[in-house]
């Protein structure tokens, strides 16, 4: 049979490793965000179409993120999409009519929400709710427009300016 | 002929099932020895060297060897679509989701698992058993429950060291070998494991698999027959039946934590 403490420091290291493993995976791996789960103030958008998007999302003003989506529903009276973000606490004067839109991540990437700044001075609340709002790119859309326009060959340059809401 | 091929059957069919209850029944008891031990919580201390720390050394080597394959592999899929930057996610989603636990699981029955029935089935074979019992002694509370505390507080913790150590033998193939950026390799894996969805299921995964695994080791030797042929028979079922439960378990808990 072993030593006592031969034994006992072999469990020790043992389950410092093991923990220590769990507290990289946590950490390293999947960047557990500890301190900011449920702080931060809620503001809503409404959309005309969210297809690609996702709760927890980033939602990220100037390339930065700044939230994450909380909920994706719809709204029975305005036929839209009503998407309900968290914005983190300390970012806390953004402008009131900053807008927002559903933007790609490169060509195939995930979709998230950016914000764009406005000029108000009263800046945005819990439950407020951002009014200027641009849809998802729907890409089969936007390629049928395309083609049609091609097609038409009498307006030219109108292809890349047809709104991206495809609405 | 018809008769008799029925009553095989049907004779099967009851050994199996008897077993199954007399399983159940072990596993009832041995839960309710666990109370008490932590009391004498030096006797898990020592199963903890014999299951976890024991297990170490296989448990680390091939946590690094599959990682080293998956970061290859995963490498010179993605590099066909440009993609190789996602192999930081890649690696990481495999063994936190699945590898890891499973892989753990298997290793841990062909380890720790097969020499927790040769020692139980044995300490039958020689009596040690019946002579706690003479002596007023719950051999399962004193022999069966340190042991299976071990195994269940073991798993979790060598398939998280599995898992950490395959991530970084992706690392050191992906970044180290074939130039992947280490920025990306990091990054992309920390934008999509996510805490709760990965990590925890891998962890209550390799909880589950723990139960299971010790649990038939510990059933299989206090079953065995107490002969020599009786615990070697006991020793190869434990590594079967553990293999072929974590594998369908594992399927299972998949449907049920990422199939909806």
Known sequence: MLQERTVEIGVGLFVALGLAALFMLAMQVSNLNLTSRDDGYLISARFGNVAGLKARAPVEMAGVRIGRVEQISFDPQSLQARVTMRIEGRYNALPEDSSAAVLTAGLLGEKYIGLEPGGALDPLREGSEIMLTQSSLVLEQ??????FSIGNKGDEGSGSATSGGGL | MISESL????????????RLGRANLLFVQILAGIP??????????????AVGVLSLVIIVVSGLFVGMVLGLQGYNTLVDFGAEESLGSVVALTLVRELGPVVTALLFAGRAGSALTAEIGLMKATEQLSGMEMMAVDPIRRILSP????????MPLL????????????????VGLLGVDEGAYWSQMQANVDPQEDILNGIIKSVAFGVVATWIALFEGYDAIPTSEGVSRATTRTVVETSLAVLGLDFMLTALMFGA
Not at chain 2, 40 to 49: A, G, K, P, S, T
Not at chain 2, 147 to 154: D, E, I, T
């Open chain 1, 142 to 147: 936007l390629i049928g427009q395309f083609l």
């Open chain 2, 36 to 49: 008490a031990l932590f009391a004498r919580f030096r006797l898990v201390v020592q199963q903890l060297y």
């Open chain 2, 7 to 18: 009553r095989q059957i049907g004779a099967t069919t009851l050994t199996q099932l008897a």
């Open chain 2, 147 to 154: 042991r299976f505390l071990a195994g269940f507080l073991s």
């Open chain 2, 159 to 174: 398939a998280a060291i599995f898992s950490a150590v395959g991530v970084l033998g992706g690392w050191f193939v992906g």
